[in-house]
C-alpha cells in the first residue's frame, strides 16, 4: 500500500523559513515525479513544484521562484520543499503528490496518482 506521508509544516513569522518533508512508502518512486501542491481556505489546489526523479527537472509556480527549493533523496524515498523568505499568502495546507502522468499536465492536481494527507503552514504577519 502506497503511502506519502508530509511533514515539516508549523507556524512561523513573516521572513521566516520551514522545510517540509515527503516520506514515501509502499513502494519506489525513484524514476517518478514527484511535487508539492496548497491549498489555502476557499480556494482551488495549486500546483508549487515538481521534480523528475533524477533531481535535475524541477518547476515552480511563479509566485514561489527563488524562495522555494524542491529537492529529493532517492535513498530515503523523500521529497523536500524548502520555504524561505515566507509570505502570509504561503499559508496553506501544502501537499506531497507523486506519479506524474503527464508532464505537459504538470500543475493540475489529477495529473498525480498518489497524494498525501497534507501539513499546515501558516505564516504570520
Known amino acids: 500500500q502506497v503511502q506519502l506521508v508530509e511533514s515539516g509544516g508549523g507556524l512561523v513569522q513573516a521572513g521566516g523559513s520551514l522545510r517540509l518533508s515527503c516520506a514515501a512508502s509502499?513502494?519506489?518512486?525513484?524514476?517518478?515525479?514527484m511535487g508539492w501542491f496548497r491549498q489555502a481556505p476557499g480556494k482551488e489546489r495549486e500546483f508549487v513544484a515538481v521534480?523528475?526523479?533524477?533531481?535535475?527537472?524541477?518547476d515552480y509556480v511563479d509566485s514561489v521562484k527563488g524562495r522555494f527549493t524542491i529537492s529529493r533523496d532517492n535513498a530515503k524515498n523523500t521529497v523536500y520543499l524548502q520555504m524561505n523568505s515566507l509570505k502570509p499568502e504561503d499559508t496553506a495546507v501544502y501537499y506531497c503528490?507523486?506519479?506524474?502522468?503527464?508532464?505537459?499536465?504538470?500543475?493540475?492536481?489529477?495529473?498525480?496518482?498518489?497524494w498525501g494527507q497534507g501539513t499546515q503552514v501558516t505564516v504570520s504577519s
Open positions: 503528490a507523486a506519479d506524474l502522468t503527464n508532464w505537459g499536465r504538470r500543475i493540475l492536481p489529477a495529473s498525480y496518482k498518489y
Open positions: 521534480i523528475g526523479g533524477s533531481g535535475f527537472s524541477t
Open positions: 509502499g513502494r519506489t518512486f525513484s524514476r517518478s515525479y
